[in-house]
Structure formats: C-alpha cells, structure tokens
C-alpha cells in the first residue's frame, strides 16, 4: 500500500496560536483530504480538495481552517487560532481517480494547551 | 446526506472465536462500502471495499463483509480471529454520483480486543 506521510506526527501549542500540518502527496493522487478524530469518537470529514480547490468542507471547517497546495507540493491544513477543542488525531488521506481507494497517512496528534 | 451506524462498540472474543461487526448504512442511492481497520497506534488501513457486482467481498487477513442492499448492512465477518486483530475498525460510505470528490463517512468505530 502506499505510504502517506505526515508531519508533524505530534504537535503541541497555546490556545490562539497557528499550527500547520503537512502531508506530502504521493504520485498521481488527485484527490486530497482532510480527516480528524477526536478521543474517543469517530473519525470527521473535514475538508476535499482537487485541482487545487476545495470541493467540499463540513460545518467544521470553519474560517480558522485553510488548506493550501502551493505549486504541487505538500498539502496543508493551517489552523489559524487554535481552541481547545481543535485537539485530535488529523489524518491526511489522497487516492487517485474514478473508484481507487484513500490512503490515509499516519496522522498528527494535535494537542492545544 | 448519508451516514453510518456502527452499534458494536466493544467487543471481547477469544482467540479462533468467530467475529461478526454490524454496520448499517442509510442513503438512498448508490453508494460505495468500506471497511477500515486502525491498529494501535496506526494509520487507518483498508480491509475490504464493495463497489459494485458480487456482494460478498473478500478482503485481507481473512476478513469478509456481505452488502444486503435490502438491510442497508455490509458486516464484517472472520471465522477466527486472532490476537493480532486487536484493533478498532471502522465502517464506512462514500457516494460516488456525489462528485468526483466525494468524501466517506466514517462510523463510530467498534473497538474489538482478543484475548489469549
């Protein structure tokens, strides 16, 4: 299976400070995802992104969330102003076209002080 | 929009007891099914996916699911688990007519631990 990497794989910040996670794609996935999981509970849709736009983001994804893909390179998830409740497992996940499945990175554990 | 109920939250077998993992889905058009297990410490990995044809899919290590359309279910099945499927899996369903980037949804997961 391929291998999505993700860094940091854990991150810890201060309320109100801005974090970046990154994954790096793999080759000729198209399709690129945003997943989190908080403790306990089951993993959430966050955001889509193909072509280098979002397709789809959930009531989560508020204006504190972007995702870039500056010049092909890795995909990133910024969270502008970290709350508390941001604290979970971020998962990166890709596939490539028609019905190929996602595969998912290891994810960052997000921990906000 | 569709969701996934998984109502199996903790489930203890021995080892080469049999494993059956509920999953219901409700959405009312074509949809996609996918099992995904997570072991400790792990990324999610893909156990077994149905997309369309024979409703009885075969996945790795020896795990199965059966999609009935008229139940809206698609459980995971394993005749004898083993220590080593100590992990937590999920279910999940994406509709492939919604858009090219149509995103899954995840159930809640059932934690399933073997014991010795």
């Known amino acids: 299976e391929p291998e999505v990497t993700q860094t940091p794989s854990h991150q810890v910040t201060q309320m109100g400070q801005e974090v970046i996670l990154r994954c790096v794609p793999i080759s000729n996935h198209l399709y690129f995802y945003w997943y989190r999981q908080i403790l306990g509970q089951k993993v959430e849709f966050l955001v889509s992104f193909y072509n280098n736009e979002i397709s789809e983001k959930s009531e989560i994804f508020d204006d504190q969330f972007s995702v870039e893909r500056p010049d092909g390179s890795n995909f990133t998830l910024k969270i502008r102003s970290t709350k508390l409740e941001d604290s979970a497992m971020y998962f990166c996940?890709?596939?490539?076209?028609?019905?190929?499945?996602?595969?998912f990175g290891n994810g960052t554990r997000l921990t906000v002080t | 929009a569709q969701s996934v109920s998984q109502h199996n939250h903790h489930v203890i077998l021995s080892e080469a007891a049999s494993l059956e993992l509920g999953c219901n889905y409700s959405?009312?058009?074509?949809?996609?099914l996918f099992w995904y297990v997570q072991y400790p410490g792990q990324h999610l990995q893909l156990l077994l996916k149905?997309?369309?044809?024979?409703?009885l899919v075969k996945g790795i290590k020896g795990f199965e699911a059966e999609f009935i359309k008229s139940k809206f279910s698609f459980n995971l099945r394993k005749p004898s688990v083993q220590w080593s499927d100590t992990a937590e899996y999920f279910c999940a369903v994406n509709a492939p007519h919604t858009g090219t980037a149509s995103k899954l949804t995840f159930g809640t997961g059932t934690r399933l631990q073997v014991t010795l």
């Open positions: 996940a890709m596939r490539g076209g028609g019905n190929s499945p996602l595969h």
């Open positions: 149905y997309f369309s044809g024979d409703p």
């Open positions: 959405y009312g058009g074509t949809v996609n």
